[in-house]
């Protein structure tokens, strides 16, 4: 054997090198565990917490105030679907954390709706990570988790949160809804990190 590369157990297809087990597809599906919470622009707040307790706060104005990003990024879903070139607009969390000050390793991601999930830090920032708000060039719809969402696409999918609300900074690691429910921990598609032990 040759050169073994990232994509080396990937699947090739037209031309398109997929993470392991992923199919391609054209449409956008839609996968929620629980009801879609409405969530308002008026009283939207986005939270982050450190490790000592300190509050940043950015209402939906001081939100759209930010220096914005397109980034045009692959999607990976732990159910196997994978949809290529997705263009989006939103605020990067090194913008958002730039003021921040942590030392902390992890990072806890809150939902409206309880939904919760968990990541290193490190792979919030970087230029990985974005606070969504617009998609395909329309605003989110809350199917996708309009008002704004996390997007980490480099990890599965179920890590970029909907309906986000806040992110509390951690020295510990704490699982999230599909982590605690035996999801892998840190879910690199790449890796086929699907479940507890891949
Ligand atoms: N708040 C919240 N975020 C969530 C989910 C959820 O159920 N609730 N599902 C996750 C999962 S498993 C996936 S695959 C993606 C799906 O995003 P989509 O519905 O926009 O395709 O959202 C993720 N973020
Ligand atoms: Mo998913």
């Known amino acids: ?41 008026d009283t939207w ?17 001081d939100l759209l105030a930010l220096p914005s990003e397109t980034p045009t990024v692959d999607l ?4 196997k679907w994978s949809k290529l070139g997705t263009t989006w607009q939103g605020v990067s969390l090194d913008t958002l ?19 919760t999930t968990n990541l290193p830090l490190d792979d919030l920032l ?9 998609y ?7 199917e996708h988790g309009g008002p704004a969402r996390l997007l980490v696409p ?8 909907k309906w986000v609300r806040g992110i509390r900074l951690l020295d510990e690691n704490e699982p999230g809804f599909w982590e605690t429910a035996g999801y892998h921990d840190y879910g690199d598609p790449w890796r086929e990190q699907r479940y507890q032990g891949d």
């Open 97 to 115: 954390l730039a003021d921040v000050e942590t030392a902390a390793d992890y990072a806890l991601v809150y939902a409206h709706g309880g939904y």
């Open 154 to 161: 480099h990890l599965y999918l179920w890590k970029s949160a």
């Open 76 to 79: 990976h879903c732990v159910t």
């Open 45 to 61: 707040r986005f939270t982050v917490t450190t490790e000592f307790g300190r509050e940043h706060h950015w209402s939906w104005p």
């Open 1 to 41: 054997m040759g050169i073994v590369s990232p994509g080396f157990h990937g699947r090739r297809r037209g031309g398109v090198t997929l993470p392991p087990g992923q199919y391609l597809t054209e449409d956008f599906p839609v996968l929620s565990a629980g009801p879609t919470p409405r969530v308002a622009v």
């Open 136 to 142: 395909d060039d329309d605003d989110l719809t809350s």
């Open 126 to 134: 970087d230029g990985q990570a974005w606070i969504v708000y617009r």
